[in-house]
T-cell receptor, first 116, second 112 residues
């Protein structure tokens, strides 16, 4: 089956620093990737839609200058949390759609971010 | 705006029991519906995907049904096992190519 990887799986950083999270589709090409955030005991909330070769589309309330998304190739999207604060601590999950089937989204294993 | 609701929020059952998890959605014009499993601190595992033209899907002890007209889906788990303990998420795909809209999940605990 289709596999999506995320790196790192967990990261601890100090307040004010930036963190980059990578999302890769390993065995398929994804023109569209999605970034979700999940706070403890909450469901997944969409942050932004990442399209290869174009600017990301952000959901209402998500600061585009704080959460920088780059989708430079059909297999890689990155999310950079800039000037991280403790309230950014969360579980970040990406997903990718197989451009061939377009039916199912495949999810990465998630990245646990803790900002101290 | 599509909203997804899952009931109950939590469920505890003894091993061997058959159980049903419920998912309801407000807009019946969906593309497909997926059920996921999430273990604590982990990512999502896709269990079943039902396309809008289908009424049910089965995988092993799991059976998911879809009734678009009533805006409901159920996930049936037969002969539950302690290893089934996890949070089960229902997600709606409104259109091809768009993000999923998730319910808050049902946290299942199966005791041995």
């Amino acid at each position: 089956g289709a596999v999506v990887s995320q790196h790192p799986s967990w990261v601890i950083c100090k307040s004010g620093t930036s963190v980059k999270i990578e999302c890769r589709s390993l065995d398929f090409q994804a023109t569209t990737m999605f970034w979700y955030r999940q706070f403890p005991k909450q469901s997944l909330m969409l942050m932004a839609t990442s399209n290869e070769g174009s600017k990301a589309t952000y959901e209402q309330g998500v600061e585009k200058d704080k959460f920088l998304i780059n989708h430079a190739s059909l297999t890689l999207s990155t999310l950079t949390v800039t000037s991280a604060h403790p309230e950014d601590s969360s579980f970040y999950i990406c997903s990718a759609r197989d451009r061939v089937t377009n039916y199912e989204q495949y999810f990465g294993p998630g990245t646990r971010l803790t900002v101290t | 705006k599509q909203e997804v609701t899952q009931i109950p929020a939590a469920l505890s059952v003894p091993e061997g029991e058959n159980l049903v998890l419920n998912c309801s959605f407000t807009d019946s014009a969906i593309y497909n519906l997926q059920w996921f499993r999430q273990d604590p601190g982990k990512g999502l595992t896709s269990l079943l995907l039902i396309q809008s033209s289908q009424r049910e899907q089965t995988s092993g002890r799991l059976n998911a049904s879809l009734d678009k007209s009533s805006g409901r889906s159920t996930l049936y788990i037969a002969a539950s096992q302690p290893g089934d303990s996890a949070t089960y998420l229902c997600a709606i795909d409104n259109q091809a190519g768009t993000a999923l809209i998730f319910g808050k999940g049902t946290t299942l605990s199966v005791s041995s």
